[in-house]
């Protein structure tokens, strides 16, 4: 059974940092593309980055480029999200996903995991 576990969320005020962890289960995250999405109050979920699974190239929204960065850790099976100079604008659910192995970028395919609340706030 596949399982994404997300951590690290909390309160943060503006322009602090956090990290977000994406530990797997029941797959070796290594072998596929992982992003992360994020779901504001009464918005939809964006995507905010990924690594791509056709060739583990990243990518990032314009609203985060230059702030966040994605990273892995393979030996435990572990995505990253290291978030930089957040903004009140940062607030929001964030999730990690699976990449669906058709997507040439950041579209998410079947595996989620519960989300991890980030507020940015002073």
């Known amino acids: 059974q596949v399982q994404l576990v997300e951590s690290g969320g909390g309160w943060v005020q503006p322009g602090e940092s956090l990290r977000l962890s994406c530990t797997a289960s029941?797959?070796?995250?290594?072998?596929?593309?992982v992003g992360w999405f994020r779901q504001g109050p009464g918005e939809t979920r964006d995507k905010i980055t990924c690594f791509r699974s056709t060739d583990d190239s990243t990518s990032y929204a314009d609203s985060v480029k230059g702030r966040f960065t994605i990273s892995r850790d393979n030996d435990k099976n572990t995505v990253y999200l290291q978030m930089d100079r957040l903004k009140p604008e940062d607030t929001a659910v964030y999730y990690c996903?699976?990449?669906?192995?058709?997507?040439?970028?950041?579209?998410?395919?079947?595996?989620w995991g519960q989300g991890t609340q980030v507020t940015v706030s002073s």
């Open positions: 029941g797959l070796y995250l290594r072998y596929y593309g």
């Open positions: 996903a699976i990449i669906s192995d058709y997507s040439d970028d950041c579209d998410p395919g079947d595996y």
